[in-house]
Nanobody, 124 residues
Framework: QVQLVESGGGLVQAGGSLRLSCAAS????????MGWFRQAPGKEREFVAA????????RYADSVKGRFTISRDNAKNTVTLQMNSLIPEDTAVYYC?????????????????WGQGTQVTAPS
């Protein structure tokens, strides 16, 4: 059973930065793409960013492009989301997820393991 544990969420002023981390259990971490999703109150879960198994390919939602950076360390089984220039619209619970394959995908149904989520709040 794969476990994903997020950390790094919190309260930050608009314009500030946060760094989310996700630690994954298992021995074949590099065989799977990883993604970050978020869900704001009253809204559906949405794609934020994803990275391929090797780390060579990344994809971002248009709303975070240029502000957020996803990266991974396959030696440490971790994936990180660096969030800069946060705005109130970024306020949500952020989830780390492991894809079904090594290929980058934005569709939530392509991810079969999810973390418990971490709250990010950037009040106006």
């Amino acid at each position: 059973q794969v476990q994903l544990v997020e950390s790094g969420g919190g309260l930050v002023q608009a314009g500030g930065s946060l760094r989310l981390s996700c630690a994954a259990s298992g021995r074949t971490f590099s065989n799977y793409a990883m993604g970050w999703f978020r869900q704001a109150p009253g809204k559906e879960r949405e794609f934020v960013a994803a990275i391929s198994g090797s780390g060579g390919i990344t994809r971002y939602a248009d709303s975070v492009k240029g502000r957020f950076t996803i990266s991974r360390d396959n030696a440490k089984n971790t994936v990180t989301l660096q969030m800069n220039s946060l705005i109130p619209e970024d306020t949500a619970v952020y989830y780390c997820a492991r894809s079904l394959s090594v290929v980058v995908t934005t569709a939530s149904f392509s991810y079969n393991y999810w973390g418990q989520g971490t709250q990010v709040t950037a009040p106006s």
